[in-house]
T-cell receptor, first 114, second 111 residues
Framework: KAGVTQTPRYLIKTRGQQVTLSCSPI?????VSWYQQTPGQGLQFLFE???????NKGNFPGRFSGRQFSNSRSEMNVSTLELGDSALYLC?????????????FGQGTRLTVV | EDQVTQSPEALRLQEGESSSLNCSYT??????LFWYRQDPGKGPEFLFT?????EEKEKERLKATLTKKESFLHITAPKPEDSATYLC????????????WGLGTSLAVNP
């Protein structure tokens, strides 16, 4: 079966711009989590959605937002981009929320802010 | 404060040279401990879940164990294809369920 698909794979944006990243989970998975990964900070949890509802949120500023659609696809948006937002953004899908057990990750979107 | 620490940061082994990676944690309530493998340019790949002290899981050359304060990922007779970053994550119990991730151990296995 198809894995988790994230688009785009690479993105270059300018400070102050906004960006939208997309994640299509594995068919049948209703839980989607988003992470930011940087060499110094590791994986940082952004938020988790289940059945179109945000279940949990990490410690990120309000510039980071997300949503989930009825088909479980999810998007995350970052407004007013800063240089420090440069990172690999990963999406993970699972059957049920909150556990991380057997979560399947996409290949990520590499965002570079210049 | 909930914290997960992995050691060493990097490890270089010769093919066949067994070793262990460590994941130590201090959390208010453990819901589970998870090991993932991440190859360059890819997302993490799930390996194991451990829920209680004394539990062990095995998969090919990998064996994960759990105590009340730490987990070990033992790699027996590694091969070059085992080269990757190994990530540990701890699930926090309670109303604000979340995962705390370690920074990972970068493993290189030389032929």
């Amino acid at each position: 079966k198809a894995g988790v698909t994230q688009t785009p794979r690479y993105l270059i944006k300018t400070r102050g711009q906004q960006v939208t990243l997309s994640c299509s989970p594995i068919s049948g998975h209703r839980s989607v989590s988003w992470y930011q990964q940087t060499p110094g900070q590791g994986l940082q949890f952004l938020f988790e959605y289940f059945s179109e509802t945000q279940r949990n949120k990490g410690n990120f500023p309000g510039r980071f937002s997300g949503r989930q659609f009825s088909n479980s696809r999810s998007e995350m948006n970052v407004s007013t981009l800063e240089l420090g937002d440069s990172a690999l953004y990963l999406c993970a899908s699972s059957l049920s929320p909150g556990d991380g057990a057997e979560a399947f990750f996409g290949q990520g979107t590499r965002l570079t802010v210049v | 404060e909930d914290q997960v620490t992995q050691s060493p940061e990097a490890l270089r082994l010769q093919e066949g040279e067994s070793s262990s990676l460590n994941c130590s944690y201090t959390v208010s309530g453990l819901r589970g401990l998870f090991w993932y493998r991440q190859d360059p340019g890819k997302g993490p790949e799930f390996l194991f879940t451990l829920y209680s002290a004394g539990e062990e899981k095995e998969k090919e050359r990998l064996k994960a164990t759990l105590t009340k304060k730490e987990s070990f990922l033992h790699i027996t007779a590694p091969k070059p294809e085992d080269s990757a970053t190994y990530l540990c994550a701890v699930g926090i119990a309670g109303n604000n369920r979340k995962l705390i991730w370690g920074l990972g151990t970068s493993l290189a296995v030389n032929p």
